[in-house]
C-alpha cells in the first residue's frame, strides 16, 4: 500500500522559514511528479509546488514562487518543501501528493492529477 507522508509543520512567526518533508512507503518507483498543496477550510486545495524528478524542473504557484522551494532528496521519493519569509497568509494543512508514469497528462499544480495524498501537516504563520 502506497503511503505518503509529510513532516515539519509546525507554528512560527511571519518572516521565519520551515522545512517540509514528504517520504514515500510501499512505492519503489519513479514518480512523475511530486507537489505540495495547501488548504484551509472551506477553500479548495491550491497547488503550490512540483517537481518533475528526470529533469528537476520545477513549477510554483505565483503565491509561493520566490519564497518557496521545492526539491527531492537525491534519487530518493522524498521530497521536501523549504519556505522562507513565511507570511500570515501561508498559513495552512499542507499536503504532499505524488502521480506515477501510468499517468500520462498531467497539470503539475492540479489537485485532480494526484491520486496518491498524505494525510497533512499544519503551518501557521502567527505573530
Known amino acids: 500500500q502506497v503511503q505518503l507522508m509529510e513532516s515539519g509543520g509546525g507554528s512560527v512567526r511571519p518572516g521565519d522559514s520551515l522545512k517540509l518533508t514528504c517520504t514515500t512507503s510501499?512505492?519503489?518507483?519513479?514518480?512523475?511528479?511530486m507537489a505540495w498543496f495547501r488548504q484551509n477550510p472551506g477553500n479548495r486545495r491550491e497547488g503550490i509546488a512540483a517537481i518533475f524528478p528526470p529533469s528537476q524542473e520545477t513549477y510554483y504557484s505565483t503565491s509561493v514562487k520566490g519564497r518557496f522551494t521545492i526539491s527531492q532528496v537525491g534519487r530518493e521519493n522524498t521530497w521536501i518543501l523549504q519556505m522562507n519569509d513565511l507570511k500570515s497568509e501561508d498559513t495552512a494543512m499542507y499536503f504532499c501528493a505524488a502521480v506515477s508514469w501510468k499517468y500520462s497528462r498531467i497539470e503539475p499544480l492540479d489537485e485532480n492529477d494526484y491520486p496518491n495524498w498524505g494525510r497533512g501537516t499544519q503551518v501557521t504563520v502567527s505573530s
Open positions: 510501499g512505492w519503489n518507483s519513479e514518480w512523475k511528479y
